[in-house]
């Protein structure tokens, strides 16, 4: 059906019990939670082991903005470039660990604002256009000619949004939990869509806002977590955050929800999605990555997407895939957005693994 791809499905039957869930930011929610008899640090199974940058640096890129970058695994490797999501959510020492560091020169960095980024959470200069540009940047500071690229859900964006201006310089894209920020895609999750789905946590997040401003909660959020009030900005980012934590697994995880908590964390997460999603990205038209794969169909690539994905729905991915056909395509059947569920970190091991012979 399919010549130029292949869809992989992978069966699993998962056993689920409920457990009551009581968190600093859902205490209001008296809901239960389905929990999985195995954690997600199953996955690691299928990863690689844990290693320690070789190098860490700065850059600075404007007048404003100065970044941290490192690099680990094989210094004269071949080198793979991971991209973080959000836009804001940083890198963590998890991420090395879908590359074999003896074949690798794996390199990470916090984009603008993110992470260990300076300034924290600064939304000047920071759009789509100079993260695509920070990463020419990066290339050529570390004397790297092409590189392998992967990222998910915002990075994935990234990812085609910098392949598409730089075909040149990719090796190949690995993609997961595809999200090109088009109007609708912001819509299901931040107004009317996810919500059905997460009813509970849902209410917890329109609580922050008054309902005569529930029509547009992007904008009423955005207001507030770019306002002058302190403490309803930290108030507004954790609550924020904690519903992106809550619905990116395909069962509610307490201890990713948790994450939320790290006030610095939630700012730079909630600010930075927000002033990114609000702008719709600073794409010319609403399609355009979708549109302009044109640009990049000889690019060898991989896309990995759950098919429970409730942040990044699998309909984003199933188009991406209708106009690039040559690319690689896995549904994961047992899955939902998150990067380390079982069977979506086996595809991108696989998939960065495939990708070492280029």
Sequence with gaps: MFPACSVVLTKRVVVIKSITV????LSRVGSF????PYSTDMAAVHLYPEINPYNIGRLKVDHV?????????????????FLHGGPGSGVNQHDR?????????IVMFDQRGAGKSTPAAELKDNTTWHLVADIEKIRK???????VVFGGSWGSTLALAYAQTHPDNVKALILRGIFTLRRKEVLWFYQDGASHLFPDYWEVFINQIPEAERHDLLSAYY?????DDEKVKQICAKSWSAWECATSKLVVD????????????????????????IHGGWFKYDDQLIKEVEKIRHIPATIVQGRYDVVCPARTAWQLHKNWPEAEFHIVPNAGHASREIDTAKLLVEAADKYKSL
């Design 141 to 147: 500071h570390l004397d790297i000619g092409k590189w």
């Design 223 to 227: 207001k507030r977590l770019t306002g």
């Design 22 to 25: 009581c968190t600093q930011f």
């Design 33 to 36: 939670v389905c929990r999985p």
């Design 254 to 277: 307490q201890e990713n929800i948790a994450r939320a908590a790290v006030c610095s964390w939630a700012l730079q997460f909630a600010r930075i999605e927000c002033h990114y999603f």
């Design 65 to 81: 903005h100065e970044l941290y970058y490192e690099q680990s695994g094989k210094q004269n490797g071949k080198p793979v470039l």
């Design 97 to 105: 660990r879908f590359f074999d560091p003896n074949i690798y020169r």
